[in-house]
């Protein structure tokens, strides 16, 4: 009897589900938040369009066509610097993947409109300007060397110019350029050197001396003192005796850690208080530093 083939497996009935692929998270809201620009644009609230459409484009970068919008509302706002490089990155990009060639063809037609009306800035850096590690920031971005003295397109509006230098003291200044093919110029000046910290050590020793000075003179008094001397005299010059030399104790304290401070060059704002406490029964020091 001949043998019989064996007959195909069914799949068990507790089997997973096959896997179905489910939409990215990510593309889900940069889907809404493309819709939401788009609303917001045909709305004429070009701010708030531009604002959706970047929270789109950092959630999929790859659309090309958010770019687009970016760049039309953009030039809405008259950010026409912005405006020429989103463009121009929307004809790079769909000209690589050979597609599109609708928006090419918008793109470059809006170059046309925008790219005069571009204004620029220009930051001039004098010869003797430039320290030992000087930089440039223009609105939070350091300015790369090659671009120090040259017209470079910006937006309208106002513009944060900074320089700095290690041991200078930076400066920061807001420029206002025109929103319509306007040129400005700012001429940068030397930095200061950075004020040093204050060392003052003449109170620190005066108090030394005085109280120095102080518990002389009451150990003086009290060795002259009489036994006929009334009690509370005696009582009054031993509590004096006990404060200063709290006082003196205060002055070496301070001297101490003045001179510390002093060889260490402490920051501006370094702080350091001595307060004495004394009273009939003895004394102390309480000391308060902040740095």
Known sequence: ??????????????????????????LLLAEKFFVEGRIAAAKGDHAAAC????ASRRLDPRAVGTVLNI??????LARYAT???????????????????????YAESRLTFVEPKISTLRVLVPDDVPDPGFEIIVDGVVLEHDSWNR?????????VVESTAPKKR????????GLDHAEKEVTLTPLENEPKPTKNLGLIVGSAGLGGGLLVDTCKKLNHASDADASS???????RA??????????????????????????????????????????????????
């Not at 009897?1 to 998270?25: F, G, H, K, Q």
């Open 51 to 54: 604002a959706r459409f970047e």
């Open 170 to 177: 930076r400066q920061r200044r807001t420029v206002q350029v």
């Open 151 to 159: 017209a470079l397109p910006i937006d309208g509006g106002a513009h």
């Open 233 to 239: 005299t005696k009582e009054n010059l031993q509590v």
């Open 242 to 291: 006990r404060i200063v030399d709290v006082a003196a104790g205060v002055g070496v304290i301070g001297l101490g850690i003045g001179t510390y401070l002093y060889l260490s060059s402490p920051k501006p704002g370094t702080s350091v208080t001595v307060i004495p406490d004394a009273s009939a029964s003895g004394g102390g020091l309480r000391v308060n530093a902040r740095f």
């Open 1 to 26: 009897m001949p043998e019989s083939s064996p007959s195909p497996a069914t799949p068990a009935a507790n089997a997973p589900p096959p896997l179905v692929p489910t939409p990215d998270t990510n």
């Open 71 to 76: 760049a039309i509302c953009s030039e809405a």
């Open 83 to 105: 405006a020429a490089r989103l463009y121009h990155e929307v004809i790079d990009r769909d000209r690589a993947q050979g597609t599109r060639q609708d928006r090419i063809k």
